[in-house]
């Protein structure tokens, strides 16, 4: 059963095979986590470890002898919870637009972004991230996911996503191509030497389908989850 941030108190802690453990609450944490996710530069079990040891507090070697070797759970518990307890559900269509869409882009990073979010929050909320304590990661996201259009930072994010292809007016399709450049999320060397490699299949005529759809997986499974629509 999902639990309703306006009728049930929000988890401090998850449940594995009857025994409550401790989560990292914090939005801090979870931002950390999404961060984590997001590095190319480590692998896949680094960034598996780094996170469990990030909500729970454990070393993984702990996490394994508390539950007899076997993680999975733990592993299930803290992505609901960065999931803010909702799960994914994706329809059809959506599936059909991740797999032709050319452009399964993140449009916003809490590292690069800070700044942006941070005044976002005193403009709308005037609550000052540097100072608060005790924000649950699911207050945190229901006001960050509400942010108003006043806001620089939702400017920006229109920027980032807007689909220059469908702008017909010239004088208005280069002022936004102009601010996608000012407003453009720096690549990582990994992310650098994907777009080259597209642009090397594209011009040979060869379909970079199934490379873009394997670089969304985790993107779209885990992050997307919880981020602005």
């Known amino acids: 059963m999902s639990i309703s941030i306006l009728t049930d108190f929000l988890p401090i802690e998850v449940e594995i095979e009857g025994v409550r453990y401790p989560i ?3 939005f801090r944490t979870s931002i950390l986590f999404e961060q984590l996710m997001l590095n190319n530069n480590i692998s896949e079990k680094e960034k ?3 996170a469990l040891q990030l909500y729970y507090g454990y070393e993984i070697d702990t996490i394994k002898y508390i539950n007899n070797n076997n993680i999975n759970q733990f592993v299930e518990e803290m992505l609901l919870f960065y999931k803010c307890g909702k799960e994914i559900i994706s329809t059809n269509e959506d599936s059909e637009k991740s797999e032709n869409s050319s452009k399964n882009e993140i449009i ?3 590292e690069h972004d800070d700044f942006y979010i941070y005044s976002a929050f005193m403009h709308d909320y005037h609550i000052d991230l540097q100072d608060i304590e005790g ?7 229901a006001l960050f996911n509400s942010l108003s259009s006043d806001c620089k930072f939702i400017k920006i994010l229109e920027y980032r996503s807007i689909d220059l292809s469908e702008i017909q007016d010239k004088q208005q399709k280069n ?3 102009k601010m996608k450049k000012l407003y453009a999320l720096p690549q990582s060397l990994e992310e650098k030497e994907k777009q080259a490699l597209i ?4 011009l040979k005529g060869e379909d970079p389908g199934e490379l873009l759809r394997n670089s969304y997986v985790l993107y779209y499974n885990i ?6 629509a």
């Open 48 to 50: 598996s470890d780094e």
């Open 24 to 26: 990292n609450w914090d």
């Open 135 to 141: 924000l649950h990661w699911w207050k945190f996201k």
């Open 175 to 177: 002022f936004y191509r």
């Open 108 to 110: 916003y990073s809490f």
């Open 223 to 228: 992050i997307i989850g919880g981020s602005i």
């Open 199 to 202: 642009t090397e299949m594209l």
